[in-house]
Every structure is written in C-alpha cells, then in structure tokens.
C-alpha cells in the first residue's frame, strides 16, 4: 500500500503546472553532486525497499535534481534501468529462478512494444506537457491497480 501511496505522490507531483522556459538541457556539474546523489539514495532505497519501481522513480528524480527534459529524463533513465535490470537478471539466473519461456515472451513483446511506441514518441517529443501528463496519468492508474490489490490481500 505503500508503494501505491508514493506512485500516486509522484504522479500527482508531475501534474503540477510548471512554467514554460526554453533552455539548453542542464550541464552537468559537480555543485549537482548532491542533489544528485540525494535523488539517487531516495531512488535506489525505494527501489530496493519495494522490489520494484526504480524506472518511474529515475525519472522524477532526474528531473528534480538536475533540471532535464522529459526526454533527456528518459533517455538517461534507460540506461539506469538496463544497468539494474541486467545485474538483478543475472543474480536471478545464477540462482535458478529465471523461466527462459517467460523472458522470450517478455522479449518479444518489449520489442514489439518497442517499435510500435516510437512513432508516438517522436510525435509527443513535441509536447513535453502532453507527455508528462501521459506519464502521470499511467503512474496513476497503476497505483490505483496496486492500491486495490494492496487492500483486496488484507
């Protein structure tokens, strides 16, 4: 319940109007060194508490701390997540517990998904408020799901 509780806070958090300024994306520096590894620990910990949930925190989180785009957000957050991903498949694999029949499945349709989402990406690259609103709403939607089935198990 309560990874249904901090989902929503972040949906409803990116739904806040944000002023529309046009500026180069954030160059990095090290004065961001800790804002940037404030977001990572709270990421990371939530992650690690509930299992799951670093890809939708990742991006929130790069946004706070650093000032990026929706876009440079995701495409940064990608490369975070294939970087968790692939360390907790392998730890999973070398245990015994990975279903090969279940991860092409899952491969097939990532790729699928993959490729039938791009053409709305790139028409959304446009509109960054439409996309984050898209954004929220999803996260929304699915804390509601992981609510209910939170309160359904008690």
């Known amino acids: 319940m309560i990874f249904a509780v901090a989902m929503a806070a972040v949906g409803l958090s990116m739904l806040r109007p944000k002023a529309i300024v046009v500026r180069p994306e954030p160059r990095l520096t090290w004065a ?4 940037i590894g404030l977001a990572g620990a709270g990421v ?8 799951i949930g670093g890809g939708f925190l990742i991006m929130p ?10 876009a440079t957000a995701q495409a940064t957050s990608l490369l975070s997540v294939a970087a968790f ?14 279903d090969p029949g279940l991860v092409a499945a899952m491969t097939v349709g990532g790729v ?4 039938a989402g791009l053409p ?18 999803l996260i929304l939607i699915v804390a509601v799901y992981v609510g209910v ?6």
């Open 32 to 35: 961001m060194s800790p804002r």
């Open 44 to 51: 990371g910990s939530a992650a690690g508490f509930f299992g």
């Open 61 to 70: 989180g790069l946004m706070a701390s650093t000032g990026m785009s929706l």
């Open 85 to 98: 991903g692939a360390t907790t498949a392998g730890n999973y694999a070398l245990s015994g517990w990975v």
């Open 112 to 115: 699928v998904g993959t490729l």
């Open 120 to 137: 709305l990406a790139r028409r959304l690259g446009a509109n960054a408020a439409l996309g984050r609103t898209l954004f929220a709403g």
């Open 149 to 154: 089935r939170a309160i359904a198990v008690l």
